[in-house]
């Protein structure tokens, strides 16, 4: 069966993103103080997963204005019908995704992307958490990764809470910061049924971990007290 391939829209990739990367780069500017570090750790032009924090509706455009290349993006299916979001979600390109369900359809269009060659972004834990202490990561980053073969780029984002905007508009200026780790591959998983299964929890939670290395201690939540298992391999 031959491997499917998938092509953001050139409309997309030359004008709807590069604008909202202008405008939302402008405006994050503006409101805060952005702070980026670990960009010589991206393999610019190769497929690879960066892997999130999520804290609030801020983090997906905060990573994919000021990330080195353009990202294909996932997001709950909700978001298309809000206002405002619906429409940077649209602009942007983004892979629908249906939450709490499997979604056969949503990882076919993925993994084609990662096997296209493009850089995809996901948020491990499945949804915003409202406060930023880690949640427990979901396992599809895992299945992602043990389909593709492709590495996982770990990313700690700080300061985009839900109040970030309200203390914006106050005058705080409020830093926000993008730490990108090293990227690191997974291990195999091997085994059938329940023993897959716990073998890709343990590689989502892996990655949480490395997540976790790039975060202040009050943002590690269920993460915060096993720092010290063995680490994946950087790539």
Partial sequence: MPVRQYHPPLWVRWLGRPVIRVVLGLLFHFLGQVRITGKENVPLGKP??????????????????FWP???????????????GQGILARLWGGIPVHRGEYDRAMFDTVLAVLRSGYPLLIAPEGGRSHAPGLRVAKPGIAYLAEQSGVPVIPVGIVGTTDDFLQNALHAKHPQVEMRIGRPIQLPLVEGKGANRREARQHNADLVMRQIAELLPE????????????????NV
Avoid at 48 to 65: K, T
Avoid at 69 to 83: I, N
């Fill in 48 to 65: 690879y997963i960066v892997a999130i924090n999520h804290v609030s509706l801020f983090d997906p455009p905060f990573v994919g204005v």
């Fill in 69 to 83: 290349e353009q990202l294909e993006a996932m997001g709950a299916v909700d978001v298309w019908s809000r206002p």
């Fill in 218 to 233: 009050n943002y590690r939540g269920v993460y915060a007290e096993d720092m010290n298992i063995p680490k994946p391999k």
